[in-house]
């Protein structure tokens, strides 16, 4: 510093600047826009990236609608092998993608909404996503019948058998 007569005065100091977590960033692709059918599985791939990289903390979960899509191996499966919950160490400032496989179950339809969560450790980020299931109808099953017998040119007697409708019809 300079005063107006030319005199002159210094002082140092340290300035410390302290790191601040940056939260994780996490997008899935594609988002399922095209329904699917019934007892069909369909995979999206989590991308996720943390500035400072690490194990983070990944979480997918059935938001609304958990008869269709239940909060549960192997309904929800993450990379293949890990269910619902997992935690992936990433480099510093790359992106890395996660394979995640939903499977609804069996013989439902409808729409879920599902949740990715992931976690620093000091920054919990989420992104939603949506499936939507379409029926498919399904063949009609009859039980087994027996071998019958009886004489030429005479009527079988009443032979028993049922036949059932997964969907209810006639």
Known sequence: VQDSDGEKASNTFVLTVNDINDPPEVTVSPNPADPVAENTSVEVQVKIRDNEGGGLGIKVVSAENTQLVPNQ??????????????????????????PVKITPAANTSGTAKL????????????????????AVPDAPAVSDIT????????????????????????
């Open 147 to 170: 071998n019958q017998t009886t004489e030429m040119n005479t009527a079988a007697s009443n032979i028993p058998f049922s036949v059932t409708d997964a969907e209810g019809g006639n």
């Open 115 to 134: 949740s990715v969560e992931v976690d620093d450790g000091t920054s919990i980020v989420e992104e939603t996503f949506s499936i939507t299931v379409y």
């Open 73 to 98: 191996y192997p309904h929800i499966n993450i990379e293949s092998k890990y269910g619902t919950e997992y935690i992936k160490t990433v480099q510093a400032g790359q992106e890395t993608i996660i």
